[in-house]
């Protein structure tokens, strides 16, 4: 069976047969980083600053029991779907460094396209989504100072994309972050670490809350199935074969580690930040847990500052696999600080950045990216495609029960994904009739 590089070309192989496993032709590095600079890849992608919105996003919809069973259950799957696309890394006799290059190798050119699409979409939101969070601190931080409504987050929002831009092209790919990533860490226990802290101390000299659903029957079913679609998008990177392209050979035992580390080590600072806003606010949890705290300004403003930094960064990220496939496909290798290789960053780089910005900026409504983007993108990659992928790449090899769990899978992904991108829409509709264009959230 053929397979397909960037331009749906047949893929030319870098590497010896004898040696290992077939590579596709990349202009970033592979098989650089160890198991452990992977795992803090995945690590900065969970707890980014999106883990400041999970107690109003996904706790206020779904309630104590529902929400702490539904993100214990969504790590678990998570988890589980995950493996199953990194067993998938070497199958064929080929290593797949791209999504689209595994699914195109199992099914073909179709699934090929229908991939990169579904990816793109998620990736894209992501980033997006990103750059609203840069704007959302940006501007606290500036109303701590000045509330005189003249700064708008609009304004903000650009100032967040430039910086994106200048981080994005400084950063030639994703192995280069290194010393990033422990940047990226530290700030993301200086903010959650002052949101618990802040939480608690509020939770205590605050009356009684209020833990009810709030929203009519109606309402509340839809933002119960777009609380749904928060919780795998928590999880998910929807870009895994791109991140475990990095990692050291053997590629699947490694990335296999760095997958347990995200999903134990990894996910408790979500958790507690998540619990702990939820516990401290009740169903008035602000989306962006550090608006809701009460605390001295400087405090909180260092917080909103780490939260900036770590988002730039990890934007950078889930932006990784579009620099590939351009820097692939304009053959942009060698010295990042050549001339031509640079100017193509500025240009490239920085007008896909503007676009996301520009979108950014005229649809602010951070909660229903992340419910469309799960419905849309996270359910079909992480778990209705990872399951079937699997199941036909081991055909042979499962039993008429294994068969039945994928397909079970398969169908209730489906279902859910469908119901989730149907609750998301009418979200993002009911926040276009309450907030105009470049809304000032």
Known sequence: ????????????????????????????????????????VLTTGINSSYVLGYSGTIMVPLGWIAGVVGLIVATVVSLYANSLIAKLHEFGGKRHIRYRDLAGFIYGSKAYSLTWALQYVNLFMINTGYIILAGQ??????????????MKLPYFIAISGVVCAMFAIGIPHLSALRIWLGFSTFFSLVYIVIAI??????????????????????????????????????????????????????????????????????????????????????????????????????????ANISSFLQTVIALHIFASPMYEYLDTRYGIKGSPLAIRNLSFRITVRG????????????????GDFMSLTGAVSTFPLTFILANHMYMVAKDNKLTAVQKSWHWLNVCFFGCMSLAASVAALRLIAVDSKTYHLFADL
């Open 137 to 150: 601190a940006l501007k606290a931080v500036y109303v701590l100072f000045k509330d005189d409504n003249t």
């Open 351 to 366: 007008g896909y950045l503007a676009i996301n910005t520009f979108v950014a900026a005229l649809l602010p409504f951070l």
């Open 197 to 302: 802290v802040l939480s608690v101390q509020d939770g205590i000299k605050a009356p009684a809350r209020d833990y009810s659903i709030p929203g009519t029957p109606t309402s509340k079913i839809f933002t119960t199935i777009g609380a749904a679609a928060n919780l795998v998008f928590a999880f998910n990177t929807g870009m895994l074969p791109e991140i475990q392209a990095t990692v050291r050979q053997p590629a699947i035992k490694n990335m296999m580690k760095a997958l347990y580390f995200q999903f134990t080590v990894g996910v408790l600072p979500m958790y507690i930040v998540t619990f702990v806003g939820y516990w401290a606010y009740g169903s008035s949890t602000s989306t962006y847990l550090l608006n809701s705290v009460n605390g001295p300004v400087w405090v909180k403003v260092l």
């Open 1 to 40: 069976m053929d397979t397909y590089d960037d331009d749906s070309r047949p893929r030319k192989p870098v590497s010896d047969q004898k040696s290992g496993p077939e590579i596709p032709d990349t202009a970033h590095l592979i098989s650089r980083d160890s198991w452990f600079q992977v795992g803090f």
